[in-house]
């Protein structure tokens, strides 16, 4: 009983680890940062290429564009991140 109670008093109950979570420590890599917003640049001025195009729909579409890509690459990491699939 005394050995149950002398492993139970070692734990660390509520302490989270300090693992880093290797899906969100990619964006503090050197660079990271301004290689995003030159993808982003470099999508708004393929759609403003296009003639046909005014400057805000460009806007609106790269953000629309951002958006999509976001919010596909997280649905991607949510399923990746299931143990049951």
Not at 51 to 61: G, H, N, Q, R
């Amino acid at each position: 009983m005394t050995n149950l109670f002398a492993e139970l008093s070692n734990m660390n109950v509520g302490v989270a680890h300090s693992d880093p979570n290797p899906n969100s420590t990619f964006f503090n890599s050197r660079g990271m940062w301004i290689t995003y917003v030159i993808i982003v640049i470099l999508v708004h001025y393929m759609l403003l290429s296009l003639p046909f195009l005014s400057v805000a729909v460009a806007w609106t579409l790269t953000n629309v564009i951002h958006n999509a890509v976001c919010h596909l690459t997280s649905i991607i990491n949510q399923i990746k991140s299931k143990t049951h699939l």
